[in-house]
């Protein structure tokens, strides 16, 4: 079965993950005795990792594997704890980000992870996006690779608000070079030139913000990469983004 689509893993990257799944679970997936499970371990993991990446419903996942949709419940449930143990050591510490970060040159962009779930959560709204979700900000460096990502907030902040209580700005502050979009204007990156009121920008100043922009790019696309996994736009996360920031002072 061809699922590096559904699960955003080649089969050397499935085999790697399937050998630190193997190594947290507290005993065989398949004991010597007793009944056999019905799913290979291989086949849990991509489960899990199918519905964290893109959200499938639990009722088809059964029909493409041939179970109960009771089994894929628990399959979820109990794997992806595991999963999530196992990538832990994959995950950059502060100190760790700090290091890599000092002296480089890096990029910084905001997005929005749109949500259904936002009734009776107003401040979701983005008026920059015209729709719902949480705000998180992602740093790179200039080839595209993830240094760090916020935790969610409000849709309805602005993405310097974002930045400023997600604690990046001392994290970007030991970076030699920062490249921003404009609505990071005036926290020390490099951004964008802005039209004058009533004027235009000159040849020069348009040349140096296409130059901006296409160095930017890594960033783009790994904001792009990490809203593949649709878990970021279900009632959980939402819920999660709602707990972590409150009223949304």
């Known amino acids: 079965m061809r699922l590096h689509r559904t699960i955003g893993l080649d089969k050397e990257q499935l085999d790697e993950l399937q050998e ?14 007793g009944r056999p ?10 489960i ?4 964290l990446r893109r959200n499938i419903v639990q009722d088809v996942l059964a029909d493409i594997f041939g179970v109960s949709q ?11 704890p595991v999963i999530s143990r196992a990538m832990e050591p994959e995950v950059r510490s502060a100190d760790e980000a700090a290091e890599y970060v000092k002296g480089a040159r890096c990029l910084v962009d905001g ?6 779930s936002w009734a009776g959560q107003r401040q979701l ?31 309805s902040w602005h993405d310097v608000h974002a930045l400023n209580e997600s604690g990046f700005t001392d994290l970007l502050a030991l970076a030699g070079t ?8 005036g926290r020390g990156f490099i ?59």
């Open 111 to 116: 997005s929005l992870a749109p949500c259904w």
């Open 178 to 185: 920062t490249f921003g979009d404009k609505g990071y204007a």
């Open 70 to 80: 009771r089994m894929i419940s628990e399959t979820i449930t109990t794997l992806t």
């Open 37 to 46: 499970r019905e799913l290979s371990l291989r086949e849990a993991i991509t």
């Open 48 to 51: 899990a990792v199918a519905y």
């Open 125 to 155: 709204w983005s008026g920059k996006h015209g729709t719902t979700g949480h705000n998180f900000q992602v740093i790179t460096d200039m080839a595209g690779n993830v240094i760090a990502i916020s935790a969610p907030f409000a849709g």
């Open 20 to 33: 630190l799944v193997e190594d947290e679970l507290p005993e065989p997936w398949n004991k010597s005795i």
């Open 191 to 249: 951004t964008p030139m802005r039209k004058p009121p009533g004027g235009e920008l000159l040849l020069r100043e348009h040349e140096l913000n296409a130059e901006i922009a296409s160095l930017r790019a890594p960033v783009e696309r790994a904001i792009a990469n990490v809203k593949a996994w649709r878990i970021l736009h279900t009632e959980g996360y939402s819920a999660s983004c709602v707990e972590m920031q409150g009223d949304y002072r």
